[in-house]
């Protein structure tokens, strides 16, 4: 059980599988940057958010639900969460473009799954993707393997945030469409550049 | 790369700049001269008796656009400042490094570092593209004199030693300033450094463009979430931004000197356009005012490769991508602090 003063985010689970560094500079350094991809990503979660709960015959849709998990200490909120009549509990989260190469989606949706079973104290065997390049839902389920996946993050960003020290970079294709890359540095700040060496070779390599 | 924001200059007095939707519209006479949408800038910088209304400034805060007001003449005021932004962890690293004597000295060296080396290349390129007018061999002197410190540098641990080094070269250096005025000479005499107020032309120019250059240091610092008021060269001094003048060392020569030197030498500037008042002091008109911050905009937006990160940026976001690696440094990222250095 974690204290609620140190709760994360439920969207640092989906930053620490794109990079754990991304997650220490957005979450521990508190920076951020916009760019394209997050503009459009605020964006069209503006638009969810600013429509009120709706009632589409025996589904109740409601939007921006906070939720939190004290045994996982997270907090955040769901885009969008379906109460069924029958009882069936099913969240759909909201994302711009395509579905992605790796889980970070999935492991995010669950996640908001694990808060809504501890805080309505029953089971949510599966949600939903929205994609909105591709304008379709994709179901996902929410099975054992995804749920330890998505607790193992958990616990990787509670100790990466306790411990206070951001992971140094590693220069990949993917940074170029992260927003963070000039606070990054990520081919500035690799153990191989070292400042010494850029100080002889502008002192000495004299013209 | 972050965007190249453009800073928004008001010098019309009696200009008023009201917010509109997402945009500032900046009013004279009751009637709209201009509206640019907010974030389209990096900062606003009012000089002399210009309003601002209170909703564009809370609006500027949020959007990380700096706002600052200045005399008609450039001497600082007062800036605007929205929540405190940035990370604990990062300033509390500053404070102690900056109560801490070795580790200060660590950084005050790399900022005096960049300051003589690029204050050579300065000299340099004047030997190199007018040594036939000038007197070159004071020129040249003082050029070893400054490659011998700038390697000197690299042993130094003593905080008081840097800042001797820093008070000598800057004589060296300014020494030799007059020399690379090759035109207009009568008109444009620089002997010597003075501020308070200046008494030539030339340091009436230098002042006022170290002014936006504070301005754009400090804003630089402040968006990387580093308190520009604690320093590590520049002794904390109440209403001074000592880290803001640390950091301008390594660009006074580059971005500065060198467009004072180039306003000047290609004629940019004019005698007629500066008052020397009865006390001596010399002030210049609007016009040539106008003159200086369009070519300091303009010089912003040339492109360089940036000699550690070895990518290109536009000129004027180098104290943005220093002020990241001096914090990418306190976070202890890089190995040391790599100063700018311009050749």
């Given amino acids: ?207 | 790369m972050r965007k190249m924001l453009n800073t928004l200059y008001v010098t019309t007095q009696g200009a008023y700049l009201h917010k509109e939707g997402e945009t500032v519209v900046v009013q004279v006479d009751k009637e709209n001269k201009l509206r640019l949408p907010v974030i389209t800038l990096s900062s606003i910088v009012c000089f002399g008796n210009v309003l601002c209304s209170p909703f564009l400034l809370g609006h500027c805060a949020e959007n990380d656009v700096a706002v600052s007001f200045m005399t008609e003449y450039g001497r600082f005021l007062a800036r605007v400042q929205g929540p405190v932004s940035g990370n604990v962890l990062l300033r509390r690293e500053q404070y102690r490094r900056a109560d801490c004597d070795r580790s200060s000295a660590e950084l005050a060296r790399m900022f005096v570092l960049g300051k003589v080396a690029n204050a050579r290349t300065i000299l340099q390129r004047g030997l190199r593209d007018h040594g036939a007018k000038a007197p070159a061999e004071g020129l040249d002197q003082a050029c070893r004199q400054l490659a011998h410190y700038s390697k000197r540098l690299l042993q130094e641990d003593d905080l008081e030693s840097i800042r001797g080094v820093e008070g000598r070269t800057a004589r060296d250096y300014f020494d030799q300033f007059d020399s690379l005025i090759v035109t207009r000479k009568q008109d444009f005499v620089f002997s010597g450094r003075n501020r308070r107020p200046p008494r030539d032309r030339v340091n009436c120019l230098l002042s006022f463009v170290y002014a936006l250059l504070y301005h754009d240091t400090r804003s630089a610092l402040e968006t990387v979430g580093l308190d520009p008021a604690v320093g590590f060269l520049h002794r904390d001094r109440p209403g001074r931004l000592s880290l803001a003048l640390d950091l301008m060392e390594e660009f006074r020569p580059f971005l500065a000197d060198r467009l004072v030197l180039s306003l000047i030498n290609l004629g940019q500037v004019k005698n007629k356009g500066f008052e020397v008042t009865a006390s001596g002091a010399v002030r210049m008109d609007d016009e040539t005012r106008k003159t200086v911050l369009v070519a300091y905009q303009k010089r912003k937006q040339e492109e360089i490769e940036h000699p550690f990160l070895q990518e290109k940026i536009p000129v004027g976001m180098l104290v943005f991508a220093q002020a990241q690696l001096l914090s990418r440094y306190l976070r202890s990222d890089l190995d040391a602090y790599p100063p700018f250095l311009w050749r």
């Avoid at chain 1, 939720?67 to 009549?85: C, N, P, T, Y």
């Avoid at chain 1, 669950?110 to 079973?117: N, R, T, V, W």
């Avoid at chain 1, 949510?124 to 909105?132: D, E, H, R, S, V």
């Fill in chain 1, 1 to 207: 059980m974690y204290h609620e003063a140190d709760y994360i985010m439920l969207s640092a689970l989906q930053h620490y599988l794109f990079c754990p560094r991304q997650c220490a500079l957005i979450h521990l350094e508190q920076q951020w940057a916009e760019n394209r991809f997050t503009a459009e990503g605020r964006i069209l979660h503006e638009r969810a958010d600013s429509s009120k709960n709706e009632r589409k015959g025996s589904v109740l849709i409601v939007r921006t639900l906070p939720i939190s998990s004290a045994r996982l200490g997270l907090a955040g909120q769901a885009d969008v969460v379906e109460f069924h009549d029958d009882g069936t509990v099913f969240p759909v989260e909201y994302k711009r473009g395509r579905p992605k190469k790796d889980h970070s989606d999935e492991v995010q949706l669950c996640a908001q799954a694990l808060c809504l079973e501890e805080m309505l104290q029953l089971d949510i065997p599966a949600g939903a993707l929205f994609y909105g390049q591709k304008k379709r839902r994709k179901e996902i389920a929410f099975d054992p393997a995804l749920r330890q996946l998505t607790e193992q993050v958990c616990r990787a960003v509670h100790e990466l945030i306790s411990g206070q020290r951001t992971p140094a970079a590693v220069f990949d294709q993917k940074c170029e469409q992260c927003s963070l890359l000039q606070v990054c540095m990520p081919k500035g700040c690799t153990e191989q550049r070292s400042v010494s060496r850029y100080l002889i070779r502008m002192l000495e390599g004299e013209r």
